[in-house]
């Protein structure tokens, strides 16, 4: 999946399940060289990291199982930048990696639990709203003060940022906006985390 014309920075996507094609593609898009990650070994020389949607049960085991949770804690605690989204949220979370300080609570959308779609205005994300999909979408529940609430939808966090990591519970790799893959390339291109 690498993109060999690219010279721009490398960013991994985290590979084991779930939706992580469609990432790739938005990646290149914004001129970064990807990577599929599912070793430990594969989280070497990357400048930042995607971690898609998909279910976060068996996306756990798949980080147990290649020995994945420490290298992935390490990583973001680099400083690198990191783009959690859906699944890839929950997988951070207090209860699993515990690298955000928050609580998903999984399929938390009652009103409409398969899928749904919001614009979304995303405090920092220049360019007006923001078209989200949500796909059996967690929210996050409960947080600590180091994290920032980008985006809510009916008063529940759907867009958080701590550190490095952004994380959103819907899918911005399959609508074509790809201004949050964007953020991530550019500011791996900086080499600056946040
Ligand atoms: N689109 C998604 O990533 C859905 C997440 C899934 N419902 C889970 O709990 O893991």
Do not use: K, Y
Not at 28 to 47: F, I, K, N, W, Y
């Amino acid at each position: 999946m690498s993109d060999p014309a690219g010279a721009g920075p490398r960013v991994g996507v985290l590979a084991l399940q779930g939706a992580f094609a469609a990432h790739a593609r938005a990646l290149h898009r914004c001129g970064a060289r990807t990577s599929e990650v599912r070793t430990p070994a594969g989280l070497q020389g990357l400048d930042a990291l995607v971690l898609p949607g998909g279910e976060s049960t068996t996306m756990m085991l798949g980080i147990a199982r290649e020995g994945l949770a420490e290298p992935l804690r390490a990583f973001a605690a680099s400083g690198r930048p990191v783009l959690a989204t859906c699944a890839g949220l929950i997988v951070l979370d207090r209860e699993r990696l515990g690298v955000l300080d928050l609580r998903c609570a999984r399929n938390a959308f009652g009103r409409q639990l398969h899928s749904f779609e919001e614009d979304l205005e995303l405090a920092g994300l220049d360019g007006g709203p923001l078209h989200a999909v949500f796909i059996r979408a967690p929210w996050v529940a409960e947080h600590g003060p180091a994290v920032e609430v980008l985006a809510t939808v009916d008063g529940h966090p759907v867009a958080v940022r701590q550190g490095a990591v952004t994380g959103v519970s819907f899918h911005p790799e399959l609508t074509g906006d790809d201004r949050l893959h964007a953020a991530l390339v550019a500011r791996a291109a900086a080499g600056t985390p946040g």
